[in-house]
């Protein structure tokens, strides 16, 4: 049995590092260890199927500054790494401070966080477009995921659960910019244990004989996820056992759907958003004339552009009600952003200019 749930989780990690041209690329990748079971089997799993896997990963982790322990689980990944004969980077973000200095929750800053940390902290293996970043997430993440966009109010957008592969832009990293050419830094994260479960990430580590650390604060109550994960979801299965199966399922239908509707969205405000310094500017006319599920994606481009990725709703709809006839003039669409209608232009810009 050990040996069967090893075999598995390698063969899923090859595939998904086939699927996403990775396998054979002769490129660097950082492999982000927090020290628990998911990304400690992550880690693991790579090393077994990346050929050349000693010049090729780096481990890449990240204290938060959040708990008094942080410091022994940084200890314990450096020694991690060192028992596989790889680099460790350890890089610190100050989350309670950067969630004060820019409005954000605690999970949401350390979220953001970690990513710009990852994005900016290894310079010397900048080869290829953007830094390729793999992380520990399970298929468990991905379900959880859902049901907290779900329980938001979220649109079909957040509906596609995890991607496997992912660009982060300025504006998905929180970074505000109207700078739509592509010319500020990224990241590129990949998720390889995505069709892995997380029992399976414990049993790897088990038959493995690998050590990782337990975070207490995955148990606190206070925070949304856990109680999804801890309570939500055990009720749901007394409902459908197989509820997990069903959220991949929507998951997987949204993420085609969204793909091909977001390539619509895409060359349609190629063809009406007019763009310059840190402002937008679209035809009430050319607006109105697509479909409104069409308008409501404009809008969360240009948000998104704009480094407001989570636009709710109901900004959406303010905006909207700008352009339309007898419609305020203007609304504030939250996160700095407001629309103005100025003759037959909406004019997206942040409030300070």
């Given at each position: 049995?050990?040996?069967?749930?090893?075999?598995?989780?390698?063969?899923?990690?090859?595939?998904?590092l086939?699927?996403?041209?990775?396998?054979?690329?002769?490129?660097?990748?950082?492999?982000a260890?927090?020290?628990?079971?998911?990304s400690?089997?992550l880690?693991?799993?790579?090393?077994?199927?990346?050929?050349?896997?000693?010049?090729?990963?780096?481990?890449?982790?990240?204290?938060?500054?959040?708990?008094?322990?942080?410091?022994?689980?940084?200890?314990?990944?450096?020694?991690?790494?060192?028992?596989?004969?790889?680099?460790?980077?350890?890089?610190?973000?100050?989350?309670?401070?950067?969630?004060?200095?820019?409005?954000?929750?605690?999970?949401?800053?350390?979220?953001?966080?970690?990513?710009?940390?990852?994005?900016?902290?290894?310079?010397?293996?900048?080869?290829?477009?953007?830094?390729?970043?793999?992380?520990?997430?399970?298929?468990?993440?991905?379900?959880?995921?859902v049901l907290?966009?779900?329980?938001?109010?979220?649109?079909?957008?957040?509906?596609?659960?995890?991607a496997?592969?992912?660009?982060?832009?300025?504006a998905?990293?929180?970074?505000?910019?109207?700078?739509?050419?592509?010319?500020?830094?990224?990241?590129?994260?990949?998720?390889?244990?995505?069709?892995?479960?997380?029992t399976?990430?414990?049993?790897?580590?088990q038959?493995?004989g690998?050590?990782?650390?337990?975070?207490?604060?995955?148990?606190?109550?206070?925070?949304?996820?856990?109680?999804?994960?801890?309570?939500?979801?055990?009720?749901?299965?007394?409902?459908?056992?197989?509820?997990?199966?069903?959220?991949?399922?929507?998951?997987?239908?949204?993420?085609?759907?969204?793909?091909?509707?977001?390539?619509?969205?895409?060359?349609?405000?190629?063809?009406?958003?007019?763009?310059?310094?840190?402002?937008?500017?679209?035809?009430?006319?050319?607006?109105?004339?697509?479909?409104?599920?069409?308008?409501?994606?404009?809008?969360?481009?240009?948000?998104?552009?704009?480094?407001?990725?989570?636009?709710?709703?109901?900004?959406?709809?303010?905006?909207?009600?700008?352009?339309?006839?007898?419609?305020?003039?203007?609304?504030?669409?939250?996160?700095?952003?407001?629309?103005?209608?100025?003759?037959?232009?909406?004019?997206?810009?942040?409030?300070?200019?």
């Amino acid at each position: 049995m050990d040996g069967e749930v090893v075999a598995r989780v390698q063969q899923s990690t090859r595939v998904a590092l086939d699927r996403l041209y990775l396998l054979a690329a002769d490129v660097p990748l950082v492999v982000a260890v927090s020290g628990g079971a998911d990304s400690t089997c992550l880690l693991d799993a790579l090393i077994a199927v990346v050929p050349d896997a000693q010049a090729r990963l780096v481990v890449g982790h990240v204290d938060h500054q959040l708990r008094p322990e942080s410091d022994a689980d940084a200890e314990h990944v450096r020694a991690l790494a060192a028992g596989y004969g790889l680099r460790c980077h350890v890089l610190t973000v100050e989350v309670p401070a950067l969630a004060a200095a820019e409005g954000r929750g605690t999970e949401e800053a350390a979220r953001l966080g970690r990513y710009r940390a990852l994005r900016d902290g290894f310079p010397d293996l900048a080869r290829g477009p953007v830094p390729c970043i793999a992380t520990g997430h399970t298929r468990n993440d991905a379900v959880e995921t859902v049901l907290l966009h779900l329980l938001r109010g979220s649109g079909a957008a957040g509906l596609d659960g995890i991607a496997e592969s992912e660009i982060l832009g300025p504006a998905a990293l929180g970074d505000v910019s109207f700078d739509p050419d592509g010319s500020a830094p990224a990241l590129r994260v990949v998720r390889p244990l995505l069709k892995v479960g997380r029992t399976e990430t414990v049993a790897y580590c088990q038959a493995r004989g690998l050590t990782w650390r337990d975070d207490e604060s995955n148990a606190d109550p206070q925070f949304l996820r856990n109680r999804v994960r801890n309570h939500l979801l055990p009720v749901l299965r007394t409902y459908n056992p197989a509820i997990d199966d069903a959220i991949v399922r929507l998951a997987t239908v949204m993420q085609d759907e969204n793909r091909w509707l977001d390539n619509v969205a895409a060359q349609c405000s190629r063809e009406i958003i007019r763009w310059g310094e840190r402002r937008a500017t679209v035809s009430v006319h050319a607006l109105a004339g697509q479909p409104v599920a069409l308008q409501r994606r404009i809008v969360c481009r240009i948000a998104a552009d704009a480094g407001y990725t989570d636009i709710s709703f109901d900004a959406v709809e303010r905006a909207l009600a700008v352009s339309r006839t007898g419609g305020p003039p203007r609304a504030e669409l939250g996160g700095g952003l407001t629309v103005t209608r100025s003759g037959d232009d909406l004019l997206f810009a942040p409030l300070t200019l």
